[in-house]
């Protein structure tokens, strides 16, 4: 089992930058795979960006790509989510996600991103 807790976010201008946080509790976190996830209001979730379990490998959607940078830290069960030239459409609440056999079955409660033009 695996407890996530997301951080970081706010208000921030267009063209700015964000570093969420997702802090992780679980002996096991190291072997997840963990991913980022963003729900703007009246729209479904989306990808953002996935990251292997030896931070080893990693994708972004096509929206973010150059832009957002995932990365984790597994001695201290962290996963980041570095957010540069924000723009108003990245406005959403941001998940983190871990995933086992394929499936993201671990969420945090998510943290709010608004970019204001």
């Known amino acids: 089992q695996v407890q996530l807790v997301e951080s970081g976010g706010g208000l921030v201008q267009a063209g700015g930058s964000l570093r969420l946080f997702c802090a992780a509790s679980g002996r096991t976190f190291s072997s997840y795979d963990m991913g980022w996830f963003r729900q703007a209001p009246g729209k479904e979730r989306e990808f953002v960006a996935h990251i292997r379990w030896s931070g080893g490998s990693a994708s972004y959607a096509d929206s973010v790509k150059g832009r957002f940078t995932i990365s984790r830290d597994n001695a201290i069960q962290t996963v980041y989510l570095q957010m540069n030239s924000l723009k108003p459409e990245d406005t959403a609440v941001y998940y983190c996600?871990?995933?086992?056999?394929?499936?993201?079955?671990?969420w945090g409660q998510g943290t709010q991103v608004t970019v204001t033009s």
């Open positions: 996600a871990g995933r086992v056999a394929g499936v993201y079955n671990y």
